[in-house]
């Protein structure tokens, strides 16, 4: 970066030298110089192109990666974003261009289905990547030994080899690569009793989040993830995107979540029709520019569209003239036609894909009402005397760490799970319409097209394929059995049938999972223009965000309601993790163990009591800076007075208590601020 902004006189001249600006006033004297941070390259992408069977995915892709770079590859699902990784990595051979690495710089790649495999424990397979350290400690150690029983012939080689690799230790930051290890592993969500489970023993999720943290402890100077987030839950990708924020290297990030995109990136690289793009900011700038540009582009196609319209009218007309002066005027136009750079038309957002959800009857105000549910599993508790109630209209939100209970919850209401203790009570005319993250509503053997009529008979061949065709599966698309599709694809089949079922409460279980930002942002649009009422679990912090308007979190077995959305909830996690014992005082938060008026009343009057608790706290704060600071004056005329500043151990005493006094209000001004917030 350069240093700050300077006003030059009018008639200086500005000229542009290789890493520094030069201002030279008229006399030709430099008067003044400013160097900017040299930024070095560590990646070079120049004139990519790749076809599969003749089609071609990517197209003259260039762009550069410098240090400190946290870049994202963002474009719809097939636009080449895996492709073009494994291009960088060397995994697959372009058909033209040049992929350049800095000389001496390190990249690490995580694949999307990338994990580590082996008979290692969790520990030890993180363990692996410091060998460098561990091999140094050991020869420490040897040394350490050597020197007890050392002549003094040798004992000074020794302590010269001792220092020198106590040093390389240090610098390797040798002391502290347990505990770094063990931040690693706890941060991607393991706890300290799975730090010594065998890595065969894990699920495909947990075997990529090893590799994950071996990667992250590698410290390369550029970090490829593909879709990182997919196995991790909130408070983890929490921590990850802390991390990679303050990562010292290079990142290059391809993924749907958006949210972690916005915190992440200042960079984003857009493949769209084979193309990159490259936009400088998050995510949302990214979006922001490139609704500005496809509006700019299309405006400008369809001027062109027009242009070429009347043109070839033009033509037409005067070769039905048909005169040598008119015919050659028209040819003579067929001839300027024929040198225009047709412009490809703009990709247009969401112009194949249509979601439109709504209710074909409405429910009555009192939509669900859960009551004392419990639901273990063995010794495993999952979550104990939960109550909450949804009305009619609200789009609602759980959210927590894996594990915890929440599609269990979902269950319990779409009676596929029972529960230990409570019960669930519908509302009148409710009807239910469920999205399963694991599809189980699809039949794995039907065709789409089956898969929508058995369940639809009454549906005519031309509406199912309209219906279908919104969902993106057009001609022979209709016939594939479900087992061939892949995660994403039954995903939207699942929601063609949610559209279809015309349901007044739907209940959504992780609709976003293996969904491109595009279909996201269809879904989004459909809830939130949907009137029925939605209760969902999800990872998707951006989608809750936007389609969320209250939100329970399940937490330790409890369920805490924060009435709006995702940010709010950041909000008042923050407040309630600042000021731990006000965690009662926030009017928008509830707990779920509180449903009826009685228990509201009891909480509204415990908020008032801590309401003035806080303030007596405060008053009494503010009269212990007073007297502090009325003291100190006092001090300071005592020690400047005649009597008092020849006297060394008076002057002593006096200065001691002033400084007491300054930490005291050091102290005091702190919890003042608090209790003032």
């Keep these: 970066m350069s240093t700050p902004l300077t006003v030059f006189p009018p008639d200086c001249k500005l000229f542009l030298l290789p890493g520094c600006f030069l201002v030279v006033s008229p006399a030709a ?13 560590i990646l070079s992408v120049s004139n990519i192109h790749k076809s599969f069977n003749e089609i071609p995915v990517l197209k003259n892709v260039s762009f550069h990666i410098e240090e400190y770079d946290k870049t994202a590859i963002v474009g719809i699902n097939g636009a080449g974003k895996t492709t073009l ?19 001496e710089k390190t990249i690490g790649y995580l694949s999307q289905h990338g994990a580590v495999s082996g008979e290692n424990t969790i520990f030890d397979e993180l363990l692996s990547v410091k060998k460098d350290i561990i091999d140094l400690e050991q020869k420490m150690r040897s040394i350490e030994l050597q020197m007890k029983t050392a002549s003094e012939d040798t004992l000074q080689h020794l302590m010269n080899t001792y220092a020198s690799l106590t040093h390389a230790f240090e610098s390797a930051n040798g002391y502290a690569y347990r505990s770094e290890l063990t931040g690693v592993l706890k941060g991607l969500g393991f706890e300290e009793a799975d ?3 065998s890595v065969s023993t894990l699920s495909g999720g947990q075997k990529t989040r090893v590799a994950l943290g071996k990667l992250l402890l590698l410290k390369p100077d550029l970090i490829i993830l593909d879709e990182p987030t997919n196995h991790l839950d909130m408070s983890s990708i929490t921590w990850l995107e802390t991390y990679l924020l303050n990562y010292k290297g290079a990142v290059i990030i391809v993924s749907h979540d958006r949210y972690f995109l916005d915190r992440i990136a200042n960079k984003v690289i857009e493949l769209d029709n084979t193309k990159a793009t490259v936009f400088s900011g998050n995510y949302s700038a990214y979006a922001a520019k490139k609704e500005m540009l496809r509006t700019a582009e299309y405006h400008a196609y369809m001027k062109q569209q027009q242009e070429i319209k009347h043109q070839e009218e033009v033509i037409e007309k005067l070769r039905s003239f048909n005169r040598e002066k008119s015919i050659r005027r028209a040819e003579s136009r067929v001839k300027m036609l024929d040198k225009i750079e047709v412009l490809d038309k703009p990709t247009e957002v969401r112009a194949d894909m249509h979601l439109k959800l709504e209710p074909k009857f409405t429910s009555g105000n009192d939509v669900l009402r859960v009551e004392d549910l419990s639901k273990s599993f063995g010794s495993l508790t999952l979550f104990e005397h ?11 939100a759980i959210i927590g760490d894996n594990g915890t209970g929440k599609t269990t919850i979902l269950k319990i209401i779409n009676e596929l799970a029972a529960p230990d203790t409570g019960a669930i009570h519908l509302g009148s005319n409710v009807a239910i319409g469920y999205y399963d993250q694991e599809h189980h509503v699809l039949h794995m053997d039907k065709t789409l097209f089956e898969e929508i009529s058995d369940d639809y008979p009454s549906l005519t061949n031309t509406e199912i394929r309209n219906t279908l065709a919104a969902f993106l599966f057009t001609g022979d698309d209709v016939f594939k059995q479900i087992k061939s599709l892949s995660g994403g694809e039954r995903g939207r089949v699942s ?12 209940i959504l279980d992780e609709p976003t999972n293996h969904l491109d930002i595009l279909s996201k942002e269809i879904l989004e649009d459909a809830l939130n223009a949907y009137t029925g009422t939605v209760l969902y679990v999800s990872h998707d912090r951006y989608f809750i965000n936007k389609t969320a308007t209250r939100i329970l979190d399940l937490d330790h077995a409890v369920l805490t309601n924060y009435l709006g959305n995702y940010e709010y909830y950041l ?38 009591a801590a309401q003035r608790k806080r303030e007596n706290e405060l008053r009494k704060c503010e009269e212990a800076i007073e007297q502090l600071e009325q003291r100190n004056t006092e001090i300071d005329l005592l020690m400047a007075s005649p009597e008092v500043c020849t006297n060394v151990e ?6 001691k208590e002033r400084e007491t006094n300054e930490t005291n209000l050091n102290e005091l001004y702190g919890k003042w601020e608090l209790l003032s917030e």
């Design 29 to 41: 004297e430099p008067i003044n110089y400013y160097r900017k941070a040299r930024c070095i390259m």
């Design 85 to 103: 990784l494994r291009i960088i990595m060397g995994e697959l051979s372009a058909d033209e261009g040049i992929v350049t690495v800095s000389r």
């Design 195 to 197: 730090f010594q489970r």
């Design 386 to 396: 939960l109550n909450f109630e949804l009305k009619k209209g609200e789009h609602v």
């Design 495 to 506: 929601l063609a049938k949610l559209m279809l079922s015309e349901a007044n409460f739907l």
């Design 571 to 608: 909000e008042k996690k923050e407040a309630q993790v600042s000021v731990p014992s006000d965690s009662h005082s926030a009017p928008a938060i509830q707990s779920s163990q509180t449903p009826d008026t009685k228990q509201n009343w009891k909480a509204q009057k415990e908020q008032q």
């Design 650 to 655: 008076k002057l002593q005493e006096l200065s």
